[in-house]
């Protein structure tokens, strides 16, 4: 794949089709008889870890896995849309395969926006799901008796899409240094991974008729806390409190 290629220029969209794509409210006012929403405010005990790799390969394999990108133009578009995200514009991010010396490096690290870092508002569901699937296996929830990870993913929702972390840069890079056996023979790799301090996320959760029960969210959350957040949580990274839970009035 070569991130070169140009794109042909489209030109500027019609005045009908700019109206279409425009964003606009929906014409559907949020009925409080059908959304519940809670606020929530996360406080991370100790190092957020990032994700998001900074090299083109990587980001490549990344979005393949990820979002199940498979059209080789999408991709090409997906690729270079995360470089900007990534702000990955120092040589080692940039390079990151071979520094000369048989150690393979890498980094990964956090997506930014006009507001600074951020991360996404689908990896807090992800997590949650994860926590359902955890606490109530094998159980199963609502008048349809579905699995409840199936019945938690397709009730519960995440506002708004993008998470600000607070910071315009990372606090610093942990560096874990790894070895593999592959058909060129072994190798040791250099994985280096962007982190903040003691960061925080705001964010609102709407759920469906309140479908979850308050013990259902205890035992979510208490083991949420405990499994972490982002990237290395099995190093003991991302783990958190949840300071803030407040069911909001309707209207």
């Not at 199936?150 to 840069?169: I, M």
Request: glycine share 10%; charged share 25%; with cysteine.
């Amino acid at each position: 794949m070569t991130l070169a290629t140009k794109v042909k220029p489209r030109g500027a969209p019609s005045a009908a089709v700019a109206d279409l794509v425009e964003a606009r409210p929906s014409i559907f006012i949020a009925d409080p008889d059908l959304w519940t929403s809670y606020e929530v405010r996360l406080l991370f005990r100790a190092r957020l870890i990032g994700g998001v790799p900074k090299d083109p390969q990587l980001i490549e394999g990344w979005l393949r896995n990820r979002a199940g990108i498979s059209d080789e133009r999408e991709l090409r578009l997906a690729v270079l849309a995360t470089l900007a995200e990534t702000s990955a514009d120092d040589d080692d991010a940039a390079n990151g395969s071979n520094n000369g010396s048989g150690v393979s490096s890498r980094i990964t690290g956090f997506k930014t926006g006009p507001e600074g870092l951020y991360v996404e508002g689908r990896q807090v569901k992800a997590m949650l799901k994860e926590s359902t699937n955890i606490v109530f296996a094998g159980e199963r929830w609502g008048p349809t008796r579905k699995a409840a990870r199936s019945f938690f993913a397709e009730r519960v929702f995440v506002d708004p899409d993008r998470l600000a972390l607070g910071v315009r840069r990372a606090d610093g890079v942990e560096t874990f240094m790894g070895h593999l056996n592959g058909p060129a023979g072994p190798r040791s790799t250099l994985n280096q991974y962007e982190y903040v301090d003691r960061s925080a996320l705001e964010f609102r959760l709407r759920v469906l008729h309140d479908c979850v029960s308050d013990v259902q969210w205890r035992a979510i959350w208490c083991h949420a806390q405990e499994s972490g957040f982002g990237t290395l949580r099995s190093q003991g990274f991302g783990r958190f409190d949840v300071v803030r839970w407040e069911r909001l009035s309707p209207g």
